[in-house]
């Protein structure tokens, strides 16, 4: 609007200076160009007042676009910060529940396992199997090679008894040189014991450690639910004698506990 009325006074200007013209007025005549000049001074001034709110604008849209971008890099950092602490807590809970050495499962875990397996079991009348393992001769390769080729066998091993179990099932590392198989929903003592002979022909095959060729055996103790007891406490006990009757009996064997009192 401001525009439309300077240029209204240019034009009035002119038209007052062609009507001088026709009259045979002065083209010099002060007053005309007093009048012209203060016209135009009015004109450029509010083309002036234009200018500069137009600049504040942009001054106040490029500090509000600022603005904008610091929020999106202070959430972005922010989320980035978020991720890392939530990568954290995840490594901090599957420390607290894994083994660090071997990636399986701790004593924790198996418990919390065991319970649940045995409350299924309870409810769709299925035995558990838990299957206590004891490398033979472990102490000999930590002797003879080292605590670092111990760690790399005991890896080996971990990974031999995943590859015989099922995806439902559990391995985990006891501590030391044992190792526990975690057997829910079986139909009875012949499962397991299908699973501790091929577990047990697995783990006797030869190992390579750093290009050293290493013979280990192992021996099982197996405990069943319920005919073995009832909580998973019973079950670590009773699989824990049956493996050390195993071990005390030439190594390298399978046994169920026969304890007084097996139902």
């Known amino acids: 609007m401001k525009n439309t009325r300077a240029d209204d006074g240019v034009s009035a200007v002119a038209a007052d200076a062609c009507a001088s013209d026709e009259t045979g ?21 509010e083309v002036l007042e234009l ?6 604008s942009q001054e106040k849209s490029s500090a509000a676009q600022r603005q904008i971008v610091a929020y999106v890099d202070t959430i972005s950092r922010l989320r980035q910060k978020v991720s890392l602490l939530e990568q954290e807590v995840a490594q901090v809970h599957h420390f607290a529940y894994h083994d660090e050495l071997t990636g ?15 409350v299924q079991a309870a409810r769709q009348n299925k035995q558990v199997g838990l299957l206590m393992v004891d490398l033979d001769g472990f102490k000999n ?5 080292g605590h670092a080729a111990g760690d790399k066998l005991l890896q080996q091993v971990a990974n031999r008894l ?20 975690l057997l829910p929903e079986i139909d009875g003592e012949n499962s397991a014991a299908e699973v501790a002979q091929k ?3 697995r783990l006797s095959m030869p190992y390579v450690v750093d290009g ?13 639910y319920p005919g073995d007891g009832s909580s998973q406490d019973d079950l670590i006990r009773r ?16 046994r169920f506990d026969q304890s007084v009192g097996r139902n």
Request: hydrophobic share 45%; glycine share 6%.
């Open 104 to 118: 399986l499962p701790n004593r924790s875990l198996l418990r919390d396992r065991l319970n649940q397996a045995i």
């Open 25 to 45: 007025a002065q083209p010099g005549d002060a007053a005309a160009l007093a009048l012209v000049r203060h016209r135009l001074q009015q004109a450029l001034t």
């Open 162 to 181: 995943l590859s015989c179990i099922r995806g439902a099932d559990t391995a985990c590392r006891y501590g030391g040189d044992e190792f526990v198989v």
């Open 239 to 254: 699989a824990d004698v049956a493996m050390y009757l195993a071990k005390s009996h030439s190594h390298s064997q399978i």
């Open 212 to 224: 050293n060729p290493i013979t280990v055996t192992s021996s099982i103790g197996v405990a069943v």
């Open 141 to 145: 390769v930590n002797d003879r090679l």
């Open 51 to 56: 200018q500069q709110a137009l600049s504040a």
């Open 199 to 201: 577990l047990h022909a």
